[in-house]
C-alpha cells in the first residue's frame, strides 16, 4: 500500500521569506502523481501544484515549485516570497495512474505566514 | 460554475440517528469520492465510484454506506452515526483520464 510522509507537523515562516514543506512518500509503482494541496481556514482544498512521476522537470507555479526527487522518493515543495493568505494546513497526496481513483493523503503540515 | 457541493455544511445528531450527507457535480465526472479529515491523520478515503452503479470500499468503509444511481449524485449514508464518526468530510469528483481532482465545501458532522 502507498503511504505519504509529511514529518512537519507546524511550519512558521516570515512573510516574504522562503520555505520548504518535506513529504516523502512509498510505493512500488513506476507510474503516479503527486499533489500538493492547500486547506486555508476555509477548508476548501486548493490544488496548489502536480507533478507526473515520469517527468523529471520539476512543475512550477508562480511562487509555488516543488523538488522532486524520485529514487528517493521525496517530493518536497517550496514557496517563495511568502504571502501571509499562505497561512493554510498542506496537505502532500499520492496517486496511481490507472487503477482506483484515490488519493492517498500525509497527515498535513500546518504553515503560519507571520507579518 | 464547475462545483462540487455538499450539504450539510454543519451537522450535529445524536448517536444512532440515521443520516444522509449529499453530494452533487455539475460537470459530468465518472469518479467520485468521499474522504474523511481527522486531526493528525490528514484525509482518508471512505467509498468511491468510477460510474453509475460502481461502488468500491476505501480505506475507513465501517459504518458507511454510499449510493450511486446518477453520475452527478453520491450521497454518504450513515445508518447508525456513533461518537467515532465526529469528523470533517470531503466529496470530490474527477474526470476520467485526468488528475485534478474537485472537492466540495467539506461537512463538519458532530455525532454525540
Known amino acids: 500500500a502507498q503511504t505519504v510522509t509529511q514529518s512537519q507537523p507546524e511550519m512558521s515562516v516570515q512573510e516574504a521569506e522562503t520555505v520548504t514543506l518535506s513529504c516523502t512518500y512509498d510505493?512500488?509503482?513506476?507510474?503516479?502523481?503527486l499533489f500538493w494541496y492547500k486547506q486555508p481556514p476555509s477548508r476548501q482544498m486548493i490544488l496548489v501544484i502536480r507533478q507526473e512521476a515520469y517527468k523529471q522537470q520539476n512543475a512550477t507555479e508562480n511562487r509555488f515549485s516543488v523538488n522532486f526527487q524520485k529514487a528517493a522518493k521525496s517530493f518536497s515543495l517550496k514557496i517563495s516570497d511568502s504571502q501571509l493568505g499562505d497561512t493554510a494546513m498542506y496537505f502532500c497526496a499520492f496517486m496511481n495512474q490507472g487503477g482506483s481513483e484515490k488519493l492517498v493523503f500525509g497527515k498535513g503540515t500546518k504553515l503560519t505566514v507571520n507579518p | 460554475e464547475a462545483q462540487v457541493t455538499q450539504n450539510p455544511r454543519y451537522l450535529i445528531t445524536v448517536t444512532g440517528k440515521k443520516l444522509t450527507v449529499t453530494c452533487s457535480q455539475n460537470?459530468?465526472?465518472?469518479?467520485m469520492s468521499w474522504y474523511r479529515q481527522d486531526p493528525g491523520l490528514g484525509l482518508r478515503q471512505i467509498y468511491y465510484s468510477m460510474n453509475v452503479e460502481v461502488t468500491d470500499k476505501g480505506d475507513v468503509p465501517e459504518g458507511y454506506k454510499v449510493s450511486r444511481k446518477e453520475k452527478r449524485n453520491f450521497p454518504l449514508i450513515l445508518e447508525s452515526p456513533s461518537p467515532n464518526q465526529t469528523s470533517l468530510y470531503f466529496c470530490a469528483s474527477r474526470n476520467w483520464g485526468h488528475t485534478e481532482a474537485f472537492f466540495g465545501q467539506g461537512t463538519r458532522l458532530t455525532v454525540v
Open positions: 460537470m459530468n465526472h465518472e469518479y
Open positions: 510505493t512500488s509503482e513506476s507510474n503516479y502523481y
